[in-house]
């Protein structure tokens, strides 16, 4: 399947750092972000769907172990750390 990931709905990141994949989910969600770029170290490698922010947010953290949180009604994501 020679299609850009992006033109199936699903932005996929190789060894992309924390900070690339918040730009990532900046651009496609319009969300804003609120990090300390303490977490800057970390690489993620996967894909999520551009429909779904919820869903994109875990497929991104969970694996990555970072604790976020989400306010759906000011499209603002906090970036808290990793879950101890």
């Known amino acids: 399947d020679l299609q850009p990931s992006w033109t199936r709905g699903i932005t996929e990141l190789e060894n992309a ?3 690339e994949v918040l730009d990532e ?8 972000i609120e990090y300390d770029g303490s977490l800057d170290e970390l ?10 922010a ?6 991104v ?7 976020y949180s989400y306010d759906l009604s000011t499209k ?3 970036i ?5």
Not at 43 to 52: C, L, S
Not at 61 to 67: A, E, G, H, I, K
Not at 80 to 84: A, D, M
Request: proline share 5%; no cysteine; net charge positive.
């Open 25 to 32: 989910l900046t651009f496609v969600f319009g969300v804003s």
């Open 43 to 52: 690489i993620y490698t996967g894909a999520f769907p551009n429909q779904n």
């Open 54 to 59: 919820e869903a994109a947010f875990k497929l």
């Open 61 to 67: 953290f969970d694996p990555l172990n970072v604790q």
């Open 17 to 19: 750092s924390l900070k």
């Open 80 to 84: 808290l750390g990793l879950n101890q």
């Open 76 to 78: 603002k994501l906090f």
